[in-house]
């Protein structure tokens, strides 16, 4: 039996296309009785059963269970999220309260996911974020280093998979590398996604020089 122990604040979770770390994120919301598309417990819609049945594989052991607060965000399937919390708040406007009080819908794709993690997720949780970059600017990862620093500081638990070097320099995190089945942990200058994306922007010229060579 392999134990993963988070034992720290924050959690992330990275790796190339393909290597699993979403699917991982998603059976760890599951196990723990997140909707498997996205949003807490009380959220029971599905528009597809795509996910992945490793969940069933994984036992969970908690220290701390006083966690009253949790959601599951994934990037992919945000758009069901905000279409059913607007289905809710057609019956209980309280509902969009949670949100900020505009449907998010009505808003960029960048200012919904930011409403969602400053509104609904501001109080002590458990909070499970996969590629939280997809719409966010540079600036709005910034912001989201912020409020990762303000749930921290509210006693929260973050697990998180990104592909951004913003979003995965948040101080004294534990970095775990997706790779061949098998998680490593890693450093943040060590990791690929910081080397990778330092070797583009200082050798630009070489890179692309290289990438379109005939």
Not at 14 to 26: A, I, R
Not at 131 to 153: C, D, G, H, T
Request: proline share 1%.
């Amino acid at each position: 039996m392999k134990t993963l122990e988070f034992s720290k604040s924050v959690t992330y979770i990275v790796g190339e296309n393909g290597s699993g770390k979403s699917t991982l994120l998603e059976a760890i919301a599951t196990l723990l009785g997140l909707n498997a598309e996205g949003g807490s417990k009380n959220f029971n819609f599905r528009t597809k059963e795509t996910h992945s049945s490793l969940f069933e594989e994984l036992t969970a052991v908690r220290a701390d269970l006083s966690y009253r607060n949790a959601f599951f965000f994934r990037a992919e399937s945000f758009y069901n999220v905000a279409s059913e919390v607007d289905r809710i708040a057609d019956s209980d406007l309280r509902m969009l309260d949670s949100y900020g009080g505009v449907s998010l819908h009505e808003q960029s794709h960048g200012e919904s996911f930011m409403a969602l993690f400053t509104n609904r997720m501001r109080s002590k949780g458990l909070y499970i974020v996969d590629e939280p970059e997809a719409a966010l600017s540079y600036i709005n990862q910034l912001r989201f280093l912020l409020w990762m620093k303000e749930a921290v500081s509210a006693g929260s638990q973050l697990i998180i998979s990104t592909h951004s070097p913003v979003i995965l320099a948040y101080p004294d995190a534990e970095i775990f590398v997706a790779e061949e089945g098998k998680l490593k942990a890693t450093s943040y200058e060590d990791c690929y996604i910081y080397r990778d994306m330092r070797a583009f922007i200082t050798n630009k010229d070489l890179v692309i020089k290289e990438l379109f060579a005939e």
